[in-house]
């Protein structure tokens, strides 16, 4: 049996692929130590190999922008400008004056910025030394006339291994024949890294060197575990084979099932809509929401920003992210629920004090209207995000109505700061609450005409009217068999506030159970928020309702 | 002369893409624009893309613009903006 070998690194994109692996063939340059003729004959290849290469990265512009988007673009726009920089075209510019050849003085500029952006300690920047070294290599390849690296005469697709891969030789990879690809080098901050994720390509980066005797051999490629086995035995083979069909199984499912439902709008056979939002944590699962078609934001949940920190994120810190959400969502509904911290929550630097009973005490809105500049801090952000689309604010853990009217008065001292700042904010920002306590439910009529919304918050409504922890094995079949107060409740809130003419969702993990979604219907609840893996069921669910 | 000071909140620095922002905006101007990185004795041209990136500026790192030339003020509006909405 032959020997097999291991490579790991960072994988990038999703996938499994197998395949024989061949080397990225490079042609030998011909002309490398080309002998200077006179200055001008250099300077004058100089401008003419840069007028081809900026042509020719402006065509990778538009096919990128064509099959990719615009900031996959944007990566050919950087090396544009790159080419005309004059630090770079200056320093190759006094290479040549010193006597060199146009070939030689364009390697040690580029070898002397692609160090400069190194040396700077920033995975960013010197991710960018890639994007030198390739301009400079096609200026190169332009000046002594290689033809461009392909691996022509292959029939079957494989697996491209590489020391480097730049990202013009990315966007070039002919999608039909390669089945992912690995660089020896690399980070997942690359240009190519971003590329090849963009295209869907599994892809592993910074393996290490792996020896040119293995070209052509069979492997395994497994961009999720970050792994190539080269020459692996029968029974990994088979093992990952079973494995790869799963995966593609899943994702082709997931595909037509995507597909299928869409573009659906979620309205019941009877004609009543539901909106179909999600929760998130994040503004980073915003692309995934989107992609399942989530019609907005149900519920940013805004701890994040504080769990991550050391200490309070300040005002802009907030606003940039929450600014960041908004742009992403483009003009849909973005629902930042206010701080819920506290009971289960706890973040250090908040130095709040150890209680007997946090599920039933000092929380949420609770501490913001105590601490009022942490909670101005908050939804000044808030409201300056809302000037970049549609936000809505929902304080939670609500019980009275003065609990509103003391918000709403915060939020309008806010808004006169900022508009004292000259700072921009949507002046009709919706205002909403979570219901999940039941004395908000009780009092849903007096709180409806104080807001524009409701979100049911089902997880904590639940143990607040069952008495029981979910959380707690000895009561959790409590919870589960005692659905009816609960959807009671919700009845009542639902009648509320739609009598007040306002809308009504729910945002708990009742809202996923597709065994639930006929009630829902029933009580005419108007938006329907889960995370973003149930978002397409409950679109689905929604349009088999009566 | 006008002037200005940013601090860089974005994650990822000033990288590559807002650097190239700022240079093509500066580009349209009729000012010349340096940028100080005063904590590390370093600073760039405005107009320059390269050296803009070699600054080395990462989140956090607080940025003086200085802007000098017929439509400064102008100049300053714009850059602010791209500021504020990319770094």
């Known amino acids: 049996m032959e020997r097999e070998f291991r490579f790991s690194g960072t994988g990038i994109s999703n996938g499994k692929v197998s395949g024989k692996i061949k080397f990225l063939r490079k042609q030998e340059r011909k002309e490398i130590k080309a002998i200077a003729k006179d200055k001008r004959t250099e300077l004058k290849r100089l401008q003419e190999a840069q007028a081809i290469a900026l042509d020719e990265i402006k065509a990778l512009e538009s096919k990128t922008l064509s099959t990719l988007g615009e900031s996959e673009a944007q990566i050919f726009k950087i090396h544009a400008m790159l080419l005309e920089d004059e630090d770079f075209v200056e320093a190759i510019i006094g290479e040549i004056n010193g006597g060199k050849s146009v070939i030689e003085a364009i390697e040690s500029a580029s070898k002397i910025y692609a160090d400069m952006l190194l040396s700077l300690e920033d995975e960013y920047l010197s991710a960018r030394a890639s994007d030198i070294r390739d301009i400079s290599s096609l200026l190169i390849r332009i000046?002594?006339?290689?033809?461009?690296?392909?691996?022509?005469?292959?029939?079957?697709?494989?697996?491209?291994?590489?020391?480097?891969?730049?990202?013009?030789?990315?966007?070039?990879?002919?999608?039909?024949?390669?089945?992912?690809?690995v660089t020896f080098g690399g980070t997942p901050s690359s240009h190519t890294a971003i590329l090849a994720r963009a295209m869907g390509i599994p892809a592993l980066v910074g393996t290490g060197a792996i020896d040119k005797s293995l070209d052509g051999s069979f492997?395994?490629?497994n961009a999720e575990k970050g792994t190539l086995v080269v020459s692996p035995g029968q029974k990994e083979v088979e093992?990952?084979?079973?494995?790869?069909?799963?995966?593609?199984?899943?994702?082709?499912?997931?595909?037509?099932?995507?597909?299928?439902?869409?573009?659906?709008?979620?309205?019941?056979r009877g004609g009543h809509k539901v909106m179909i939002y999600a929760n998130i944590g994040s503004d980073s699962e915003i692309s995934s929401a989107l992609s399942n078609g989530a019609e907005g934001i149900g519920l940013l949940r805004s701890e994040f920003l504080y769990l991550s920190k050391k200490e309070f994120p300040t005002e802009d810190e907030l606003f940039c992210a929450y600014r960041d959400a908004v742009i992403k969502m483009q003009g849909k509904r973005v629902i930042i629920r206010t701080l819920d911290i506290g009971a289960d929550k706890q973040i250090p630097y908040f130095n709040l004090p150890t209680e007997e009973n946090p599920a039933l005490g000092y929380r949420a809105i609770r501490i913001c209207l105590d601490r009022k500049e942490l909670f101005k801090n908050q939804l000044r952000a808030i409201l300056r995000a809302s000037a970049y689309g549609r936000v809505a604010i929902m304080l939670p853990?609500?019980?009275?109505?003065?609990?509103?009217?003391?918000?709403?008065?915060?939020?309008?001292?806010?808004?006169?700061?900022?508009?004292?700042?000259?700072?921009?904010?949507?002046?009709?920002?919706?205002?909403?609450?979570?219901?999940?306590?039941?004395?908000?439910?009780?009092?849903?009529?007096?709180?409806?005409?104080?807001?524009?919304?409701?979100?049911?918050?089902?997880?904590?409504l639940t143990q607040y009217t069952l008495a029981a922890d979910r959380q707690n094995p000895l009561v959790t079949k409590i919870c589960e068999e005692n659905l009816e107060p609960i959807m009671r409740l919700i009845k009542i809130s639902a009648d509320a506030i739609h009598q007040n003419g306002g809308w009504i969702g729910v945002c708990g993990e009742m809202a996923a159970d597709l065994s639930l979604t006929q009630r829902f219907v029933d009580i005419k609840i108007d938006e329907l928020s889960v995370s973003v893996p149930y978002l397409l069921g409950v679109r689905g669910k929604v349009s088999e309702c009566k | 002369m006008v002037e200005f000071t940013h601090t860089i909140k974005a994650e990822s620095g000033l990288h590559a893409r807002p650097a190239g922002l700022i240079s093509s905006a500066v580009r349209n101007t009729k000012s010349t624009v340096v940028i100080y990185y005063e904590a590390k004795n370093?600073?760039?041209?405005?107009?320059?893309?390269?050296?803009?990136?070699?600054?080395?500026?990462?989140?956090?790192?607080?940025?003086?613009?200085?802007?000098?030339?017929?439509?400064?003020?102008?100049?300053m509006i714009a850059l602010k903006q791209i500021c504020e909405a990319n770094i």
């Open chain 1, 143 to 181: 000046l002594t006339g290689e033809v461009s690296e392909n691996q022509e005469n292959d029939k079957e697709p494989y697996i491209l291994v590489a020391s480097d891969l730049s990202p013009s030789e990315t966007v070039k990879l002919d999608e039909s024949k390669i089945l992912g690809f």
């Open chain 1, 397 to 460: 853990m609500i019980v009275s109505a003065d609990e509103i009217r003391e918000s709403k008065a915060i939020i309008e001292e806010c808004k006169q700061e900022l508009s004292t700042q000259d700072k921009e904010f949507d002046s009709k920002i919706e205002l909403g609450i979570m219901i999940e306590t039941p004395a908000a439910a009780i009092m849903s009529e007096e709180l409806s005409k104080e807001v524009s919304f409701f979100s049911v918050g089902t997880n904590d």
């Open chain 1, 239 to 268: 093992k990952f084979e079973k494995e790869r069909q799963a995966y593609n199984k899943i994702a082709n499912e997931h595909e037509s099932y995507l597909r299928s439902v869409m573009n659906k709008p979620a309205v019941t």
């Open chain 1, 219 to 221: 492997a395994l490629l």
């Open chain 2, 42 to 75: 370093r600073c760039a041209d405005g107009s320059r893309l390269l050296s803009i990136m070699s600054l080395g500026a990462t989140c956090g790192t607080e940025l003086r613009f200085e802007i000098e030339g017929e439509d400064e003020n102008e100049a």
